[in-house]
């Protein structure tokens, strides 16, 4: 069945709150997202600033120790001003070049879904000249309620999803979480137009987004972090920070994976994932960053579910 919702409250944080709507086991739903300061498809600010979300959404039947399979079967932009900020981050140059950094003013993008770009508008540097981008959308920020009646920001990420501004989690990407509460709960939010690896300034090209997702349990398969594939790669993504830590928790998921589903023992996840592994920033400007680690399908034993 497809369910079609008009958000009216949002959420900033993941945790235990009164869903907005129950949907059954593989249901589809359609709503929209406002963008990360709160503005809707009207350019109105209808929610606090901060990753407001929309949801969260209840799955029948979900309980603590299921997986909840999500895929993102559209994420569309639903209007033609996005913003980002004009400079990069402190912390991803060297502390002596901070000082040379520009301030981080606002700066205005002109989005065209039928076009599939994003041109800069305002302040426009005289040394870039008229810059085009290709639209590549995703969330940058969702998932389900945290463990143990947690209501965690929506700054920031952990085994749950939240805040991971991983730029592979785009249209076609089916997403895996682990269920921490009964329905799963799950909140969605944070679009952007495009963003580069890492989310080095702290945004991408902020906007509201229209998106369709399509909700699904896998009873009784309890997973550690959030795991995704798309028609090339599976992958699984660690939240945490030092980055190190990050890396560690993608990397012993994806491990796990590999034996788990994939009919190797220890020694073959090993061998194989050794070789073979690629990694990704997520982001490395949140609370907690966000680490991918990935390996391409055609890798994979023919014996893999």
């Keep these: 069945m497809e369910h079609t919702f008009s958000p009216t409250t949002y959420w900033n944080t993941l945790g235990p709150h009164q869903p907005v709507l129950e949907v059954a086991d593989g249901d589809t739903l359609v709503t929209t997202t406002v963008d990360a300061r709160g503005f ?34 559209s994420i569309v932009p639903n209007r033609s001003y996005g913003f980002t900020t004009a400079s990069v981050a402190p912390n991803v140059v060297d502390p002596e070049f901070v000082p040379e950094l520009p301030p981080a003013d606002l700066v205005e993008w002109r989005v065209d879904p039928g076009a599939g770009t994003a041109t800069l508008v305002a302040p426009k540097p005289e040394s870039l000249g008229d810059l085009v981008l290709p639209l590549d959308p995703m969330l940058g920020c969702f998932g389900v309620a945290a463990p143990k009646e947690q209501a965690i920001s929506t700054a920031t990420s952990g085994p749950n999803g939240g805040n991971m501004d991983y730029r592979g989690f785009r249209q076609g990407t089916t997403v895996y979480f682990p269920v921490f509460e009964p329905g799963a709960l ?25 998106v369709r997702v399509t909700l699904s349990l896998i009873k009784g398969q309890t997973i550690g972090w959030p795991r995704f594939e798309n028609d090339q790669f599976i992958g699984t993504a660690g939240n945490a920070r030092p980055l190190d830590q990050a890396l560690q928790h993608a990397t012993t998921e994806m491990l796990r994976w590999l034996q788990s589903e994939y009919g190797l023992d220890v020694a073959g996840a090993n061998l194989l994932l050794q070789q073979c592994v690629r990694y990704e920033v997520g982001n490395v400007f949140d609370p907690a960053y966000t680490m991918i680690c990935k390996i391409a399908k055609k890798f994979l034993p023919s014996t893999g579910a």
């Design 186 to 210: 799950f909140f969605l939010g944070d679009g952007h137009a495009l963003q580069g690896d890492g989310e080095i300034s702290g945004n991408g090209v902020e906007i509201s987004m229209d």
């Design 40 to 73: 809707d498809c009207d350019r109105k600010q209808v929610a606090r600033r901060g990753n407001p979300m929309t949801g969260p959404f209840a799955v029948t039947g979900a309980e603590p120790g299921d997986t909840l399979k999500v895929e993102l079967n």
